[in-house]
């Protein structure tokens, strides 16, 4: 039989590239905190705000990666905690939702700075904002390639960094543009231009990003495919599914609970064996009435 300690173990519901993610999301943190500093610098002293936006959005990605990380070690750690109803497999949400709300407010501060170069244009030093906004970009594409999706779990926390991190990319390129534009047109406006439609697709990937982890949050029904399934099942040999709710636990794990009335019950293991085997399926509790009695005859 297993123990008490196994039996919490199961149930943490943690993704399975739980370690491999934790590992590269600290790798990752370690990287853009040197870009950070390099492209703040940049732009302060090349006066450019396209090279100041991107500093900034690495200055998200630097506070990004370490709630990720830190969610990751805390879920890890607290895995076996019976304080936990339903394991820690949600703490990777709740960072991927506040990751988001960082980024809401990035495109916010990133807009406002790019409205203000377009009112009181500033000189920008072009050739050595260039280079260095290449240089960040060139950094942002390797830390997008190591925190790139991997399996079906679909873990929101990962997800979460590497968006900040792709929309990294798309500003690092929309200032690479303006940059370029406006030292070999004379575009003055074209860089803070550019930190303009930056924030906008930031703001675009933040919105995205909040409705995703605000779903698992409130725990929303995760997949109406899987929900279809598990009533179809139930309902194999006449049975009625009365109540049927649907929730995410965490990365690639899914809870079901089932009110199930028939005239002639079986075991309520038998329901269980229905269900066996559904992919994502991962904690299931039923309950099985006598059609026209209110009595409860099994749960688990």
């Given amino acids: 039989m297993p123990t008490r300690d196994a039996y919490r ?19 990752v943190a370690a990287i853009c905190a040197v870009t950070l500093a390099a492209q703040l610098a940049g732009g302060i002293v090349f006066h450019s705000m396209a090279l100041t936006a991107s500093a900034l959005h690495a200055a998200a990605h630097v506070a990004a ?17 019976p304080r936990f109803a339903f394991g820690t497999g949600k703490l990777g949400d709740l960072a991927g939702f506040a990751n988001a709300i960082v980024l809401a407010i990035t495109a916010i501060t990133i807009a406002v700075e790019s409205a203000q170069r377009l009112i009181s244009p500033e000189t920008v030093e072009y050739g050595s904002a260039l280079i260095l906004a290449v240089a960040g970009l060139a950094v942002t594409l390797v830390c997008v390639w190591l925190l790139r999706p991997h399996g079906k779990a679909h873990d929101l926390n990962i997800a979460a960094v590497h968006l900040h991190l792709t929309a990294d990319a798309a500003v690092s390129l929309l200032a690479i543009f303006g940059l370029g534009a406006g030292r070999a047109l004379g575009w003055a406006w074209a860089d803070p231009a550019a930190g303009l439609v930056g924030a906008f697709l930031v703001a675009q990937f933040a919105v995205s990003l909040i409705r995703r982890t605000a779903a698992t949050l409130l725990d929303m029904n995760p997949s109406a495919e899987l929900t279809a399934e598990i009533r179809a099942r139930l309902e194999a040999e006449g049975e009625r599914v009365a ?8 990365p690639g794990h899914n809870a079901a609970v089932a009110v199930i009335t028939t005239a002639d019950p079986l075991p309520v293991e038998a329901y269980h064996h229905r269900l066996k085997g559904l992919e994502g399926l991962s904690h ?17």
Avoid: F, I, K, P
Wanted: proline share 0%; hydrophobic share 40%.
């Fill in 9 to 27: 173990r199961d149930r943490a519901y943690l993704g399975v590239d739980h370690m491999r993610n934790e590992r590269r999301t600290w790798t």
């Fill in 65 to 81: 990666m370490l709630v990720a990380s830190g969610a990751y070690a805390v879920a890890r750690r607290q895995a076996g905690s």
């Fill in 243 to 250: 109540d049927l709710h649907l929730w995410r636990l965490g």
């Fill in 284 to 300: 299931v509790t039923v309950e099985v009435r006598r059609r026209g009695d209110d009595l409860a005859h099994g749960h688990a």
